[in-house]
């Protein structure tokens, strides 16, 4: 009896420990990158760092502004939603409401594999395709710039949009539709001012995961924005983002100087906007899962 | 000439970091193998998984790694070198010269890709780390400027490059082109040829509107579809098999000042004899005097079989001088 009482405790602990190792990552990522970055302002002044010049292997003297960054992250982002959130969203009604069940049965795993597919090969794609259909639409030398990381974070965030959204308008209780059937609606008009408006928080949070995974993402952007370290003044301009910095210059900057910790300063801002998405996104969910659940 | 001092000397360059393998192998493999470097610094996973099959095999493992402008002729090199020893495997990847002078420092490498020479800082930490690196120069480039083959401009000199990449110059036009805004490309801080191009040429900081690629690739891809654009590349990257420059890609000559004549890098006398201006050696490091399986490798490269892979690949043969001195560094008689 007690032995069988004591193994049942020793699996709750075990059990407890695993689902507990992951907030322990969490939080060991957290000081590792604030520990990290508050060194690199023993070399670099506080404000300087929110310059908008980055330059660590300058000629003379070395700069880590870091503004035109996250402007840069920003724009991509912003750009990639505005391009994904109509499209997501229009194939998620689609797919949830409108399409017969063998259309479903096509369109659901052709989205799941978009979701699969690498990000360096996307990356490629805006190098080959995207970049010079840009550069012949707007009649510029190279199609290396923010719009090109929109159309192709768009790409990665369509999957998730879609899905989540889908699971969303579904969640619709049918009560709603049939009542508004019952008052002589259209199923146009079902779908656009009853069904996605109840569904809005889903969709909302949909949103939200998908700036997250933009926001994220770094081969892509990488491969397809052209790097410049320039404050970006447009949708044309070239563009280099947190992630993409992080990814040229850690793999060789020297361990322990300026430059190193900086570049922890970097992922250190990088982390608080993703947690800061995350956050959002748990609130909306939560709150949906009050309304409908 | 930067092209006949001692592989120890002081440059102070740092070569690149990615990794794309070959022009006209494919830049997607290229790309995908890029991403392993980016992603993870992963050079060394993709190391130890070649570790493990020779490992099993018993063959003699000879592990390389370093300059991105050299991982495809050392590749070639490694190919041909395995195809006559079955009893040796030789591991090569990119990622840089300076991550591979760090992984000799580290006894991480047998030998150390690097198209510069090694520092006087890094051969410091060597020596306190008991690593006595030794050099040999197994090829010569001639770094090339790039330009849209449609560009109508043939020649450049030093002084006019460099105020292009220091922003300076912004159009075409200035520099008896079109009228078109000049498009910038170069690699990232973290590359060699970056360094090296700086300190050679830009003298100064590069203007931030300039493009960071991420290899030699991935500028060659880009300046082919670029009308405006202009890009610095190891020469074997900008002409194919034959020696001829890649479709849509022109090569500059490059002069040495306004009263000098433009040279172009495509002829071997040039960059043999130091004429153009971005003539560089390219150098492999060991730690004490290579033996065994390390040396035949390197005596391999250096032998005319492995100088014709290197004109193969588009870079030039070395000069007598060099073969003297990699002798008398390898401890060979004549």
Request: charged share 20%; proline share 4%; aromatic share 8%.
């Amino acid at each position: 009896m007690m032995l069988s009482r004591l193994k049942e405790k020793a699996i709750h602990f075990l059990f407890f420990l695993t689902a507990f190792s992951a907030v322990v990552i969490l939080a060991g990522i957290f000081l590792m990158l604030v520990l990290n970055a508050i060194r690199a302002f023993e070399d670099v002044g506080f404000w300087d760092f929110f310059g908008t010049r980055w330059n660590p292997s300058a000629y003379g003297e070395p700069s880590y502004g870091i503004v035109q960054m996250i402007v840069s992250t920003f724009m991509t982002t912003l750009g990639a939603m505005l391009i994904a959130v109509p499209l997501g969203v229009g194939a998620a009604a689609y797919i949830a409401e409108v399409a017969s069940p063998r259309v479903r049965e096509i369109l659901k795993p052709a989205i799941e594999i978009l979701a699969g597919i690498p990000s360096v090969v996307i990356g490629f794609l805006g190098i080959v395709l995207v970049g010079p259909l840009i550069a012949d639409v707007f009649g510029l030398s190279s199609g290396l710039n923010a719009l090109n990381g929109s159309i192709l974070l768009a790409v990665m965030a369509l999957p998730t949009i879609i899905s989540v959204s889908e699971d969303a308008i579904r969640a619709v209780p049918t009560e709603y539709k049939e009542a508004s059937y019952a008052l002589g609606a259209s199923r146009w008009t079902t779908l656009v001012r009853v069904t996605i408006p109840a569904a809005f928080q889903g969709i909302a949070a949909s949103v939200v995961l998908g700036v997250g995974r933009a926001v994220g993402e770094t081969m892509t952007v990488l491969m397809a924005t052209g790097n410049a370290t320039a404050m970006p003044h447009g949708f044309l301009d070239s563009v280099r983002t947190l992630t993409a910095t992080i990814a040229i210059e850690l793999g060789e900057v020297p361990y322990g100087t300026a430059h190193y910790y900086a570049l922890f300063a970097v992922g250190a801002v990088l982390f608080i906007i993703t947690l800061g998405i995350n956050l959002v996104a748990e609130m909306i969910t939560a709150k949906h899962r009050r309304l409908t659940g | 000439m930067g092209i006949s001092r001692s592989p120890l000397g002081d440059e102070v360059t740092l070569e690149g970091f990615g990794m794309l393998r070959s022009a006209r192998g494919g830049l997607l493999v290229g790309m995908v193998l890029l991403s392993v470097t980016v992603a993870g610094c992963g050079s060394r996973d993709e190391e130890e998984g070649r570790v493990a099959p020779s490992g099993k095999t018993g063959k003699v493992l000879i592990r390389i790694r370093g300059s991105d402008t050299l991982v495809n002729l050392v590749q070639r090199l490694a190919e041909e070198f395995m195809k006559k020893r079955s009893d040796i495997w030789v591991a090569v990847t990119g990622g840089g010269s300076g991550t591979g002078i760090a992984a000799l420092i580290n006894k991480e490498v047998d030998i150390a890709d690097a198209s510069r020479a090694m520092k006087s800082k890094e051969i410091k930490l060597a020596k306190e780390r008991g690593v006595e690196p030794v050099g040999v120069v197994i090829a010569l480039d001639g770094l090339a400027i790039i330009v849209n083959e449609s560009l109508p401009i043939d020649s450049l000199t030093l002084e006019q490059l460099g105020r292009i990449y220091r922003g300076e110059i912004k159009r075409w036009s200035e520099v008896g082109g079109p009228d078109m805004e000049i498009s910038l490309y170069g690699r990232t801080s973290a590359s060699g040829t970056f360094v090296y191009f700086r300190d050679k040429v830009v003298k100064g900081d590069y203007s931030p509107r300039m493009k960071g690629m991420i290899g030699n690739s991935h500028i060659v891809e880009a300046v082919k579809k670029d009308k405006a654009g202009i890009g610095y590349v190891g020469i074997g990257y900008a002409v194919d098999e034959k020696g001829r420059v890649e479709a849509a890609l022109k090569v500059l000559r490059i002069a040495k000042d306004a009263s000098s004549p433009a040279v172009t890098p495509l002829k071997v006398e040039n960059v043999k004899e130091g004429l153009y201006p971005l003539a560089r050696p390219l150098y492999q490091f060991t730690n004490g005097k290579p033996k065994g399986a390390i040396l035949e490798f390197i005596r391999f490269e250096l032998s005319e079989e492995g100088q014709k892979i290197v004109t193969k690949e588009g870079f030039y043969p070395i000069t007598p001088d060099h073969m003297k001195a990699n002798k008398k560094v390898l401890g060979l008689s004549e």
